[in-house]
């Protein structure tokens, strides 16, 4: 089965590297030379030169040359895993198996943007790693294979991040497995059932001390590594949280958010949010006093 390879961020790699080492039949890559929106980007290209793999980098998936280079690679299927664009119909109908697309989410549910990232600031129990068959939607082809994930309350972007490439990997083996063998069954989704997270933004990641400690909490470990990490303003300076815990207690009732409860050095202290106190562990180096207001 010829494969042609689309992605440009972390997971698009280990996937890859999949495919190479179970010596599967992949004819081009498609990656991207740079990106400014993806934190965990990844060119592509030298792991396709390693391997003497065409390639070509594609600041458009749809433009007309890359439809060429496709074309050239006579393709039985597509694998599109990391890749933002939304691929339009004169490119999904070119390999005769169709596209397979990826998205880390229990599909219908939580379609759209950033999955990993709203999972954890949602503060949800679960989520999926799921790949389907693409169509001119987004997320809403049927699925040959998803695989629920649990989400530990301890767990930080990284963690689920590599919980979901741990079942990526076994479930891109499976179905290619099954793709070949032609024993691969796609089930269709109930969009009705289903919902579609929004683009998140700057101010999606700022902290406001006046949010309960868990929510404080959820955001801090979803845009951890390898995301942006959430802020908080101090003297009109942009001071990012990478660690955090909750501090429960009945003694900070009367104390008002934002205040520094303790401040052990230049990036760890306690603060007071609208409940209880968010020990920070690990941020930018800032120095301020204790009794001051964030």
């Known amino acids: 089965m010829r494969i042609v390879y689309v992605g440009c961020v972390e997971s698009s790699y280990v996937g890859l ?138 767990d930080y972007a990284r963690d689920l991040y590599n919980k979901i490439l741990e079942a990526a990997c076994e479930q891109i083996t499976e179905f290619t497995n099954s793709l070949e063998n032609g024993t691969c069954i796609p089930r269709k989704q109930d969009l009705w059932t289903g919902n579609s997270w929004r683009k998140r933004g700057e101010a999606d990641g700022i902290i406001d001390w006046r949010m309960s400690s868990r929510a404080i909490y959820n955001l801090v470990r979803a845009l951890s590594h390898p995301y942006v990490g959430a802020q908080f303003l101090y003297k009109k300076k942009k001071i990012k949280i990478w660690r955090a815990e909750e501090v429960a207690g009945d003694n900070f009732k009367n104390i008002e958010p934002g205040k520094i409860m303790k401040f052990n050095s230049c990036n760890d202290f306690y603060v007071k949010a609208y409940d209880n106190i968010i020990h920070v562990l690990e941020c930018d180096e800032f120095v301020a006093e204790e009794g001051e207001y964030l």
């Open 17 to 154: 590297k999949v495919l190479i080492e179970q010596k599967k039949e992949v004819v081009g890559v498609i990656t991207k030379e740079s990106s400014k929106f993806n934190s965990d980007f990844v060119d592509l290209s030298y792991l396709a030169k390693e391997n003497h793999i065409p390639y070509i980098y594609a600041p458009n998936i749809n433009d007309n040359e890359i439809e060429k280079f496709i074309k050239r690679c006579k393709p039985d299927i597509i694998y599109c895993f990391g890749w933002s664009q939304i691929i339009q119909k004169h490119i999904l109908e070119i390999p005769s198996l169709g596209i397979v697309g990826f998205h880390p989410a229990e599909l219908p549910c939580n379609r759209g943007r950033h999955p990993i990232i709203w999972a954890l600031a949602l503060g949800l129990e679960y989520t999926a790693s799921t790949f389907f068959i693409m169509s001119e939607g987004a997320d809403t082809g049927d699925i040959i294979s998803q695989r629920k994930i649990k989400i530990e309350y301890t």
